[in-house]
């Protein structure tokens, strides 16, 4: 029983984090203040997925008044439709803020990595050993952090695919979104990412290492 209860607060906590994520991003997109560290650029990464989300957004938006317009008659049933519907809208722009909102950032301080609403992994120059273009396309549904040659690779990929790789100098914890296997903490020895812009994020790199 008390295994079930803090699973059910955990999931809990992490679908309130989430929501509050959705309408942080809102915001900051508004305002334009994306999450940037000081002295730092940011990189998107969001390109693969964009026109998807705008065409799900758009779609969202349409069927609203239609939704409306079918249920009418049965004003419980037309405003619990409504208040889904709007919701449903509010967390597909919100996720799309995310991603415009969080991007990945190359400074002084080292490289943050980003994905989505959740997950931040700031990496120090210290523990970076190097940072190579390398585009790797991978099964669907592989697991985020794997075995390859010899090492524990973490893999934010978008659409199956990444074109960045950075090795670490050592092992490094990270904690993922969720529970063991796919969430919790990992050692990783490196990290696969994509970034919409790729020779701008190295000549970043280039700039920022110590």
């Known amino acids: 029983m008390g295994d079930a209860l803090r699973r059910i607060g955990s999931i809990a906590k992490r679908v309130l984090l989430v929501e509050l994520r959705i309408y942080e991003s809102i915001g900051r997109a508004i305002v334009r203040r994306p999450v940037i560290p000081a002295g730092a650029t940011g990189f998107g990464y ?6 998807i989300l705008i065409v799900f957004i758009a ?7 239609i939704i409306d317009l079918i249920v009418h008659p049965w004003p419980v049933v037309r405003i619990l439709f409504l208040v889904l519907g709007i919701w449903g809208l509010t967390w597909m722009i919100g996720l799309l803020c995310g991603f415009l909102t969080r991007p990945h950032a190359v400074g002084p301080a080292g490289i943050v990595v980003r994905e989505g609403l959740e ?4 990496l120090p120059w210290d523990d970076i050993a190097s940072v190579a273009r390398s585009r790797v396309i991978d099964e669907p549904k592989s697991p985020r952090v794997s075995r390859n040659d010899e090492r524990s690779v973490l893999s934010l990929r978008m659409q199956d695919e990444t074109n960045i790789e950075i090795e670490l100098e050592r092992p ?4 993922l979104p969720g529970r063991h296997p796919k969430g919790g903490s990992h050692d990783i020895e490196a990290v696969r990412l994509w970034v919409d812009d790729p ?6 790199v280039r700039v920022s290492i110590p």
Not at 46 to 51: D, I, K, L, M
Not at 199 to 204: E, Y
């Open 119 to 122: 997950l931040s992994i700031a």
């Open 59 to 65: 779609l969202s938006a349409v069927e609203i008044p």
């Open 172 to 175: 490094v914890r990270v904690t």
């Open 46 to 51: 969001h390109q693969p997925v964009r026109t």
């Open 199 to 204: 020779d701008a994020f190295l000549g970043a």
